[in-house]
């Protein structure tokens, strides 16, 4: 390739020195070139049980900045039991005349695979069949003479969920498993930045099929010296292995996410609450995911988790909070009410003085921040927390759903109740549930007349602060105190990382009220540092 590179070169400079010729006659004069069209690409779209997804994927390719007329689309689908086929074909009805060419191949029954012992679970009969189905992909795009097929290729841009998991290996065994490196994790967390080798990607991929040995690859049947795992993503990475073909994955950008596999005896609404928790940390994190505009999305059903309220604390000026929480809610199926909070930019004695509460009589509340993001199964979760509490008859007053542990190896499980200890001190009240003799015993400590942050309020009222002086002043401190473990709610980000902002560690109580206050925040706000040694000091008295 470089000699004729290094030709056309020379002509380029021998031209440009050369005094152009005036035409005669405008016959002479050559026609300007048109532009060359973008590569011709295929799509190749395999769904399966994917009813609580799909409508996000089809909305990715909606807006791809892409020409959809140099785009073909291969769409199959299969042994559904909910309402994949419908929204696929609702889909193409609207979008298939805007795409080169669309080949369409549903199958409506069976609803399972031989030897299948659930939606989840992979039989070798599943594994053939897909291998099958992304052969027949392959075919097609060889014979549309595209020359990328998206969807199964050799480069593929990395993925990201919620945890370690992505769509890549970056070592394999000599019997085809997963091998752990030291490269994986630098990479998945994009310490390093690039496109680098690795044995193996999949779930979304780039392949040229211009190149000569892309001919030699396929799903199925496997390599005739095939002896690994049977799985057609293994298949395939043998299969470029076998063709001196490698594989890359690029992580330079954050390009989409990839829901973590469900176990083979999860269900489908195991599925569905991981793309939930999928989804909600793409709004934190970013790229957000925004469904199909054509795909018909049925409204969410809330409930209030068994509370007789749930409250969510918001200042009115943040309301970039105040949608993202109430969206995220919305997604959990979680009915909140919002309550304005005090704004803690301008706090002072004044707006203090005006302060009251409204004893509303209530069984049992729960409270939300509006700056936390939610565990994974988050609702199931809490449910199964409070129904134990209900049959253990639990006296309890403030559950923490999320604070910051600041000695959590000393704190006691409690008996009969999974997942709930004995709150030590804590710091933050992102997230808490309050029973009507809890709120009370809260109102009896009169906080308004002894001001103090509320997460070092609570802490004393249940008798585990470590500061004598401020215990004192609140001579009642009886209240039953206990935390989730581990714990349902954790800040959106910590003091230092990129975007955090705070509305409470960043204000102070003044007495001046012509002065606006502000505090660029403490110990309190940094992820799992333990408090300075200091922090009995005066200074830090003062700073309470």
């Known amino acids: 390739m470089s000699a004729p590179w290094l030709l056309c070169a020379a002509a380029v400079v021998l031209l440009a020195t050369l005094r152009p010729a005036a035409a005669y006659f405008s016959e002479e004069k050559p026609p300007e070139e048109s532009s060359v069209q973008p590569p011709a690409v295929v799509v190749a779209v395999l769904a399966r049980n994917a009813e609580h997804s799909l409508p996000f994927y089809l909305g990715a390719l909606e807006r791809l900045r892409y020409p959809k007329h140099r785009v073909s689309v291969w769409v199959a689908t299969d042994h559904n039991s909910d309402n994949t086929t419908a929204i696929l074909r609702e889909w193409l009805t609207v979008m298939q005349k805007h795409y080169h060419y669309v080949e369409w191949r549903p199958m409506e029954q069976p609803v399972s695979y031989v030897g299948e012992l659930g939606p989840k679970h992979w039989p ?52 085809g498993y997963y091998r752990r490196t030291a490269e994986y994790f630098p990479t998945r967390q994009r310490q390093r930045l690039g496109c680098f080798p690795v044995p193996m990607v999949h779930s979304t991929m780039l392949l040229d099929l211009r190149k000569e040995g892309m001919k030699e690859l396929a799903f199925f049947p496997p390599h005739k010296d095939y002896s690994w795992p049977y799985d057609d993503i293994i298949v395939f990475a043998f299969s470029c292995r076998a063709a001196d073909i490698q594989m890359y994955l690029c992580n ?38 925004y469904p199909s505009r054509i795909v018909h999305m049925f409204p969410k059903k809330r409930d209030l988790v068994g509370f007789d309220e749930i409250y969510l604390i918001n200042l009115r000026r943040r309301a970039d909070r105040r949608d993202r929480m109430l969206f995220s809610l919305n997604e959990l199926e979680v009915d909140v009410k919002v309550v304005d909070a005090v704004d803690g930019n301008a706090l002072n004695s004044s707006d203090i003085k005006l302060l009251g509460v409204v004893d509303q009589q209530m069984d049992k509340a729960l409270v939300f921040e509006d700056d936390v993001r939610f565990q994974a199964n988050f609702k199931r979760r809490l449910l199964k927390v409070m129904e134990d509490v209900e049959k253990a008859d639990l006296d309890w007053d403030i559950i923490y759903l999320g604070r910051k542990q600041v000695n959590p190896a000393q704190e006691e499980e409690v008996p009969d109740v999974r997942n709930l200890v004995v709150a030590g001190y804590s710091y933050w009240t992102l997230s808490y549930a309050v029973s009507l003799q809890g709120a009370q015993k809260l109102l009896n400590g009169e906080p308004l007349g002894k001001m103090l942050p509320v997460d070092e309020f609570l802490p004393i009222m249940y008798d585990k602060h470590p500061n004598e002086k401020h215990k004192s002043h609140f001579p009642n401190r009886n209240v039953q105190a206990f935390s989730t473990r581990p714990l349902l709610v954790q800040p959106c980000r910590y003091a230092g990382d990129p975007g955090w902002v705070s509305d409470t560690e960043t204000s102070t109580l003044w007495d001046d009220d012509a002065v606006l206050t502000d505090w660029r925040g403490s110990h309190k706000t940094l992820k799992g540092a333990p408090p300075p040694p200091e922090m009995l000091s005066n200074a830090y008295k003062d700073e309470l």
């Open 124 to 175: 070798n009969t599943r594994y053939e069949y897909v291998m099958k189905l992304k052969q027949a992909a392959l075919n097609f795009a060889r014979k549309r003479w595209a020359d990328y097929i998206l969807n199964k290729s050799v480069i593929a841009p990395m993925l990201d969920s919620p945890g370690a998991y992505s769509n890549y290996w970056c070592g394999i065994t000599p019997q």
């Open 252 to 289: 330079k950008e954050r390009y989409g996410f990839l829901n973590v596999p469900a176990k083979p005896h999860h269900t489908l609404e195991d599925d569905q609450l991981n793309f939930v928790h999928l989804h909600l940390e793409s709004i934190i994190e970013g790229p957000r995911m």
